[in-house]
T-cell receptor, first 114, second 110 residues
Framework: EPEVTQTPSHQVTQMGQEVILRCVPI?????FYWYRQILGQKVEFLVS????????KSEIFDDQFSVERPDGSNFTLKIRSTKLEDSAMYFC????????????FGPGTRLTVL | RKEVEQDPGPFNVPEGATVAFNCTYS??????FFWYRQDCRKEPKLLMS???SGNEDGRFTAQLNRASQYISLLIRDSKLSDSATYLC???????????FGKGTKLSVIP
């Protein structure tokens, strides 16, 4: 069964450093998403991406964040200058269609900012 | 503000029991609803979509009540492997953003 994959599984970084989290969505999916989950809290939407551009973003997704689809398979989330409060699980998800469609999640990257 | 609310539990039930979870949503424009299962420190895994007519998948039944703005999940004949946190999620009309509840923790006890 096709799956969303993410690398690395765990990333430790110093405050102020840049990190790039990588995702390979399911191959025939066209819509891509990033969510995050701070320990003990809800899963929160960050951004959605379709046709090589951002289609929607939340208040969390400020200028420190960016997304890119550098090639036909990868989808990345960059955090330019990490803060302590960026420590969380970051989940990538993908869907075949957009509105009303089921989103399938990858295993996540645990980001720890020291 | 779009919110999805769930009873956090925990629900501790014996094997074989039937258990039901409810979830309420505040955005009346929400169009699509889902139940996800999340094991500790893992990703949400899609359990089922929720339709107005209700839907059933084996031991799991999901219902949507638009008038009262809640969705429900019924698990029959609980198994030890059902122990997890169950998240409900709503997708607004014209939005790509899934809004999740905080989840309901289920422990099935031998």
């Amino acid at each position: 069964e096709p799956e969303v994959t993410q690398t690395p599984s765990h990333q430790v970084t110093q405050m102020g450093q840049e990190v790039i989290l990588r995702c390979v969505p399911i191959s025939n999916h066209l819509y891509f998403y990033w969510y995050r989950q701070i320990l003990g809290q809800k899963v929160e939407f960050l951004v959605s991406f379709y046709n090589n551009e951002i289609s929607e973003k939340s208040e969390i997704f400020d200028d420190q964040f960016s997304v890119e689809r550098p090639d036909g398979s990868n989808f990345t989330l960059k955090i330019r200058s990490t803060k302590l409060e960026d420590s969380a699980m970051y989940f990538c998800a993908s869907a075949i269609a957009g509105f009303s469609d089921e989103q399938f999640f990858g295993p996540g990257t645990r980001l720890t900012v020291l | 503000r779009k919110e999805v609310e769930q009873d956090p539990g925990p629900f501790n039930v014996p094997e074989g029991a039937t258990v039901a979870f409810n979830c309420t949503y505040s955005n009346s424009a929400s169009q699509s609803f889902f139940w996800y299962r999340q094991d500790c420190r893992k990703e949400p895994k899609l359990l089922m979509s929720v339709y107005s007519s209700g839907n059933e998948d084996g031991r799991f039944t999901a219902q949507l009540n638009r008038a009262s703005q809640y969705i429900s999940l019924l698990i029959r004949d609980s198994k030890l492997s059902d122990s997890a946190t169950y998240l409900c999620a709503a997708l607004g009309a014209g939005s790509y953003q899934l809004t999740f509840g905080k989840g309901t923790k289920l422990s099935v006890i031998p």
